[in-house]
């Protein structure tokens, strides 16, 4: 009976080690994905689409990132044009190949 009650004991504590391994690997995807991706990185992603697009922006500031997935952020982007227009707009931005771009603007 002793030996019994520790082998159930023993699995418990296994399948118990597992589970919390399996969820510590799935918040660290997320985690990896935030740390790739700083909000000054994106500021600059996007100050560079805006700028080969010829629209004339001072500066760029994205305010928050939320990330949907690893490869996958929605980001809150703010910016003043030359002629002096204040622009807020969401912008989502993919990781393809290891790189962090705006879908369908291909340069």
Known sequence: MYKK????????LLMLFLALLMVGCGAATLT????????????E?????LTFHGVG??????TS????????TVVDATYTTEDGKNISQKVTLVRENGQWLIPDHDH
């Open 5 to 12: 009650s520790v082998k159930i004991t023993g699995w418990v």
């Open 32 to 43: 990896t994905a935030k740390s790739e991706l700083t909000p000054n990185q994106a500021a």
């Open 45 to 49: 992603l996007i100050y560079h689409d």
């Open 57 to 62: 922006v001072e500066k760029v500031n994205v």
């Open 65 to 72: 990132c939320v990330f949907k997935d690893r490869n996958t």
